[in-house]
């Protein structure tokens, strides 16, 4: 399960079981720091980017995937998809290849990697 914490200055937090996504950038571009549930340093960042409201769709990455664990890696997408999905409301996220990704599940077409809200609520 994952929980959204609020901390002091409002900046919410959403963790797993081993990973905690904090907010590192927000506006036209979302940017979630991926660092230990427990606190420390960030090991990469998840960028959601563009966000296209009107069509319910927006475009996931992991950045540095190198320093990220590959559980990490693993949680934090499926954080972010989470976000996406019951907090921003979107309908369908693509992201450009990579084995995260594709250990996820999401569906692979035309070198790239797409989920839709359908396929993440019958997993969820």
């Known amino acids: 399960k ?5 901390i ?17 950038a927000s506006g036209e571009t979302t940017v979630l720091a ?7 340093h960030s090991r990469g960042a ?9 069509a ?14 590959t559980a990490w890696q693993d949680e934090a997408v499926a954080l972010a998809a989470r976000l996406a999905f019951e907090q921003l409301g979107l309908r369908r996220l693509s992201a ?10 999401w569906t692979r ?3 790239r990697f797409i989920l839709d809200d359908k396929s993440y ?4």
């Open 46 to 54: 998840v960028r959601i980017d563009p966000v296209d409201r009107a």
């Open 121 to 124: 609520w019958e997993r969820a």
């Open 34 to 40: 991926v660092q230990p549930k427990e606190g420390g």
């Open 56 to 69: 319910g769709e927006a475009v996931l990455a992991l950045q540095d995937a190198g320093d990220i664990p």
């Open 8 to 24: 002091s200055g409002g900046a919410a937090i959403l963790t797993g079981t081993a990973v905690a996504l904090r907010p590192a």
């Open 109 to 111: 077409t035309e070198g």
């Open 96 to 105: 450009a290849e990579a084995e995260a990704f594709a250990r996820a599940g």
């Open 2 to 6: 994952a929980f959204i914490t609020v």
